[in-house]
């Protein structure tokens, strides 16, 4: 998948979040797009996943040389962000599944295997509720590398990470990461480090 923007800019009621974003994201690279708290990462995260249409300027996707309409792209995408929500009433058995309904398992990888990246196969019948935070993130985390999709975005990917659940990222990063279009919102250097490509929203405000 490849994301061209041409002069996009999002505005929220009357202020403008970002102007003038000329830019193309391409497959099998990897993007970093910076800015402190507040700047609009997420924004325009939303944008290039096409949840979230541009107030002004061309927005396209396209795969192969076709044409993908914004509202077709989630096929294409795994998100992992904190606003998106896991369901705290499934098991961890029960919420791998379902999100392996919708998506397709990376060659080699399965329900099981999702538990033992995790390390959590002595909890694969425990309610997502009681997991903590950290092991919460994990399994955000878990379930956007091990799907079978051409982009992968994660927005803020190592918060609630000790420096052990740092690592445990980056080696997924390292696996499954090669060949997809990857985009990580961040302020964390850690988290964005191996990303060849920077974006600095503050390049974009008005
Ligand atoms: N639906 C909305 N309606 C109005 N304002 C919004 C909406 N969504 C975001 N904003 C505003 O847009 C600005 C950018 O928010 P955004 O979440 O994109 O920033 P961010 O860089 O991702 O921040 P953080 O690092 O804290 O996650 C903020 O001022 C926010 O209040």
Known sequence: MNISLQNIGRRFNREWIFRGVDYTFEQGNSYAILGSNGSGKSTLLQVLNGSLAPSTGKLAFEDGGKNIEPENVFNYLSLAAPYLELIEEFSLSEMIDFHFKFKSYKPGVDRAAVADILNLQGSRNKAIRYFSSGMK?????????????????????????????????????????????????SNQEHEYAFCENRLSITDYKP
């Open 137 to 185: 993130q994990r399994l955000k985390l878990a379930l956007a590398f091990c799907s079978d999709t051409k982009m992968l975005m994660l927005d803020e990917p190592t918060s609630n990470l000790d420096n052990q659940g740092i690592d445990w990222y980056l080696g997924l990063v390292e696996k499954y990461s090669a060949g997809r279009l990857t985009i990580i919102c």
